[in-house]
């Protein structure tokens, strides 16, 4: 699985901004889509977003309009830029890589994932 590398989380006040990063260690044109999960104490995992290979993106309704997710090919980074954080959106942010396809392999299955970065938003 491919190595995936969060950072960027800390502690910020409500209404504040972080920009979290997630750096792999192969070339990202080779996933299906790159996506951003957060997990709060006692909740489930959700997705917060994602981004497609073809460059669509998806958003979970608790933050569309605040965060934004995007990507550099080049540098093999994903990014979740947050605005105007709520406490809410405390939580562990973890990168993730979902499927693959490179050459003639192909596996939509497949799922690689960071160790996560916290994201505490708090006065």
């Known amino acids: 699985q491919v190595q995936l590398v969060e950072s960027g989380g800390g502690l910020v006040q409500p209404g504040g901004s972080l920009r979290l990063s997630c750096a792999a260690a192969?070339?990202?044109?080779?996933?299906?889509?790159m996506d951003w999960f957060r997990q709060a104490p006692g909740k489930e995992r959700e997705l917060v977003a994602r981004i497609n290979r073809g460059g669509g993106t998806v958003y979970a309704d608790s933050v569309k309009g605040r965060f934004t997710i995007s990507r550099d090919n080049a540098k093999n980074t994903v990014y979740l830029q947050m605005n105007s954080l709520k406490p809410e959106d405390t939580a562990v942010y973890y990168c993730s890589a979902a499927g693959t396809q490179y050459g003639p392999q192909y596996d939509p299955t497949s799922r690689s994932w960071g160790q996560g970065t916290q994201v505490t938003v708090s006065s």
């Open positions: 192969d070339n990202i044109n080779k996933f299906l889509a």
